[in-house]
């Protein structure tokens, strides 16, 4: 049963300064909730870079891959008509089509890969159940530390979090949702 500690702060100074605290003293699993991205936030977590663009870059090649090697099928293989004496397999008519393709296909590509690595879509969790929470989209910075352990791990966190110049400090349960 996890255990959510989660700590109001007051600006990005103090947040950045709680996460590289708890980071000091061992704390692995947290995550920060700010009003704007904070790109201090991603270096102190260590968080690893997304495969997103690789599945861009990945999909909109299979795209104009695709969408060329139908026009060229269609055109010089299958059904051969000449039209205006062009050629069957004529490149500059091809591109048109095969670079909408490319977009069409990277852009899904993008979205659900994003989707995935993300693990949405996750349309409640636990701590938009509590009412200060709201502050996290206007002006206030939360982090929020996952436990598993025992209750005085969790006494601990919040010991931890009000050293550090937390606010407010919040406690939710896995059981409470």
């Known amino acids: 049963m996890s255990t959510w500690v989660l700590g109001e702060f007051g600006n990005k100074d103090a947040l950045l300064h709680a996460l ?31 495969g997103v663009r690789w599945m861009g870059l990945i999909g909109g090649l299979t ?47 993008i979205f659900f890969s994003a989707l995935a690595n993300f693990g949405m879509p996750r349309l409640d969790h636990p701590v938009f159940k509590l009412d200060a929470f709201e502050g996290a989209s206007n002006d206030q910075f939360w982090i929020s530390v996952t436990t598993d352990g025992p209750p005085e791990e969790t006494a601990e966190l919040r010991a931890r979090l009000t050293e550090l110049g937390a606010r407010r400090i919040s406690v939710l349960d896995e059981a409470a949702r």
Do not use: Q
Not at 21 to 44: C, Q
């Open 63 to 109: 795209g104009a891959g695709f969408a060329y090697f139908v026009e060229w099928y269609c055109n010089a293989f299958d059904f051969p008509i000449v039209v205006g004496a062009r050629p069957f397999h004529s490149f500059p008519s091809f591109i048109p089509i095969a670079f909408e393709s490319m977009v069409l296909f990277a852009s899904l590509a």
């Open 20 to 50: 590289r605290g708890l980071k000091a003293r061992g704390v692995t699993r947290m995550d920060t909730y700010t009003p704007y991205a904070v790109e201090e936030v991603s270096e102190i977590l260590a968080l690893p870079k997304s």
